[in-house]
Nanobody, 121 residues
Framework: QVQLVESGGGLVQPGGSLRLSCAAS????????MGWYRQAPGKQRELVAT????????KYADSVKGRFTISRDNAKNTVYLRMDRLKPEDTAVYYC??????????????WGQGTQVTVSS
């Protein structure tokens, strides 16, 4: 089993910045994809950004492209999300995500508990 623990959420004014971190532990395969989703009150969960362990193709939601930057440290099994020029509409619970494929169990995915990001003046 894989555990994901997020940190770095908080309250920030519009235009401000935050950096989220997510540390993964457990049965982590060398090849995997980590990322971030978010869910605002009354809205469905949406993809924010993902990054594979191979550090090839990063994916971003159009709404955050150019403002958010995803990165990871494979040695620490940690993924980061730098959020700049935050907007009130970025307010949500941000969830860390990891997916990997095992030879026996196939594709599997794991979720963190979430960290609250509130953008308000």
């Amino acid at each position: 089993q894989v555990q994901l623990v997020e940190s770095g959420g908080g309250l920030v004014q519009p235009g401000g910045s935050l950096r989220l971190s997510c540390a993964a532990s457990g049965n982590i395969f060398s090849s995997n994809t980590m990322g971030w989703y978010r869910q605002a009150p009354g809205k469905q969960r949406e993809l924010v950004a993902t990054i594979p362990s191979e550090l090839t193709t990063k994916k971003y939601a159009d709404s955050v492209k150019g403002r958010f930057t995803i990165s990871r440290d494979n040695a620490k099994n940690t993924v980061y999300l730098r959020m700049d020029r935050l907007k009130p509409e970025d307010t949500a619970v941000y969830y860390c995500y990891l997916e990997q494929t095992g030879i026996f169990i196939g594709r599997d995915e794991f979720w963190g508990q979430g960290t609250q990001v509130t953008v308000s003046s």
